[in-house]
């Protein structure tokens, strides 16, 4: 490859943004940053690097997708969020469109035509890449009807698998039914180009709730189940069927359940799993955060307690009325917090303990990773939402409200069924 040295030392210190761009300049060119080892360079040279994400709200048909957004961020460079890219769709003649689930820089999309017939598309919004997705050709006329009301294919979820930095295949999930000890998948992969169908053991005492969302990491789905002090996991690329679900109890289940604050959530950072809760003892108030470490149901084995610090000095300026929203996804050192007196999203560096307060009435800032900050109706959606947090009543299941939407470390295309 004739390409003079300097070339490559200015592309590799370029945003990825940049970098797409200059793909199409030659031959030469795109050869050299299709390479493994110019990929290999820059994401060396980026692995600390922030990268753009968004927080995105998990309630269907409601506000906006995005409710906040991190852009400019030095390993991309984007000019605006990554949210923004989503607005293919909407320039499309139909009559609904719901997002389904973000997972590695790809995002599902339900739409209806004006004919109410579903569809499905996975896409890469950065480089306006979309593939329909067949619908299952084993559906009835009466399943597609339960398909477009939401009624029977509840909860609709994508897995990837990734190679060095890089999705090399997803697989759509659809649960279509449970029923006592099973639970069924409908999936569809990029790999063969066809759906087929999975029945899974779950165990008895447990009932699965489809119609809640849930959280994909590393080809693992991770949802709530019908007892509030655990969810369930399945793995889709390395799983057994013979093995079935796991049941994953949360690292405060037992004597410290009184003691929490907020309804149990959880959230990923750093590529794993993290929960994270406020617990009130002797008139202290304390955040604790743990890790999932290994997917077994006791809590002592399964969690990793990453921090444990006081929220005093954040409450004696903002108060108490606040909840949780996620973690940075990229550094398990900050934590994002929605404060409701001051309308404000909340940035707390668990190691420094320095927090900083970000309004949606003001302009764009930056925030403690480097990259800009931006809302859309987040104010809005904190507010319809903001009860649930609180466990008045125990027995109600806990929800997944907050996912977020992160840019891989390098470009990838969409992968794409061969051709048959």
Not at 80 to 108: H, W, Y
Not at 324 to 333: G, I
Not at 394 to 407: E, I, K, R
């Given at each position: 490859m004739n390409i003079p040295e300097v070339v490559f030392v200015i592309l590799v210190r370029l945003p990825l943004k940049s970098i797409a761009r200059f793909r199409s300049v030659c031959k030469e060119w795109k050869d050299l940053i299709d390479s493994d080892f110019f990929r290999d360079h820059f994401m060396s040279r980026h692995s600390s690097s922030s990268i753009s994400w968004s927080i995105i709200q998990m309630q269907p048909h409601k506000l906006t997708l995005e409710i906040v957004?991190?852009?400019?961020?030095?390993?991309?460079?984007?000019?605006?969020?990554?949210?923004?890219?989503?607005?293919?769709?909407?320039?499309?003649?139909?009559?609904?469109?719901?997002?389904?689930?973000?997972?590695?820089?790809?995002?599902?999309v339900y739409l209806e035509a004006a004919d109410d017939t579903p569809m499905y598309y996975v896409g890469n919004p950065l480089f306006q890449e979309w593939f329909r997705v067949p619908l299952p050709p084993f559906l009835s006329l009466e399943d597609l009807e339960r398909l477009r009301l939401?009624?029977?294919?509840?909860?609709?979820r994508l897995v990837t698998k990734m190679r060095s930095g890089i999705v090399v295949s997803y697989k759509v999930v659809l649960v279509i039914n449970h029923y006592r000890t099973q639970v069924g998948f409908v999936i569809y992969s990029s790999d063969t180009g066809k759906w087929e169908h999975q029945n899974v053991t779950c165990p008895l005492h447990h009932r699965w709730l489809g119609h809640r969302k849930s959280i994909a990491l590393n080809g693992i789905l991770h949802w709530f189940s019908s007892l509030i002090s655990s969810f369930m996991v399945y793995d889709f690329y390395g799983g057994n069927v013979d093995d079935g679900c796991r049941i994953i109890s949360f690292p405060d289940s037992g004597k410290e359940d009184l003691l929490r604050r907020f309804?149990?959530?959880?959230?990923?950072?750093?590529?794993?799993?993290?929960y994270y809760n406020e617990y009130r003892e002797n008139e202290n108030r304390t955040l604790r955060v743990w890790r999932l470490v290994k997917y077994t149901d006791g809590p002592e084995e399964a969690w990793q307690l990453l921090w444990e610090v006081s929220l005093d000095s954040m409450i004696e300026l903002l108060?108490?009325?606040?909840?949780?929203?996620?973690?940075?996804?990229?550094?398990?050192?900050?934590?994002?917090?929605?404060?409701?007196d001051k309308?404000?999203?909340v940035l707390?560096?668990?190691r420094t303990l320095?927090?900083?307060?970000?309004?949606?009435?003001?302009?764009?800032?930056?925030?403690?990773?480097?990259?800009?900050?931006?809302?859309?109706?987040?104010?809005?959606?904190?507010?319809?939402?903001s009860d649930y947090f609180f466990p008045w009543f125990?027995?109600?299941?806990?929800?997944?409200?907050?996912?977020?939407?992160?840019?891989p470390r390098w470009l990838h295309r969409l992968p794409r069924p061969l051709p048959t």
């Open positions: 957004g991190h852009h400019g961020c030095k390993t991309w460079g984007l000019a605006r969020s990554p949210g923004s890219f989503m607005s293919f769709f909407v320039e499309r003649a139909i009559n609904k469109i719901q997002v389904l689930a973000c997972t590695d820089g790809l995002v599902l939401q009624e029977h294919f509840s909860d609709t309804r149990r959530t959880f959230t990923t950072s750093e590529g794993s799993i993290v108060g108490i009325n606040y909840f949780p929203v996620v973690m940075h996804p990229l550094n398990s050192e900050i934590i994002y917090l929605w404060c409701m309308e404000g999203m707390f560096n668990l320095a927090f900083s307060l970000h309004k949606e009435n003001e302009d764009d800032s930056k925030c403690m990773d480097g990259c800009v900050l931006s809302f859309n109706r987040c104010r809005e959606y904190m507010e319809n939402i125990n027995c109600v299941p806990n929800n997944l409200l907050f996912s977020q939407y992160v840019l």
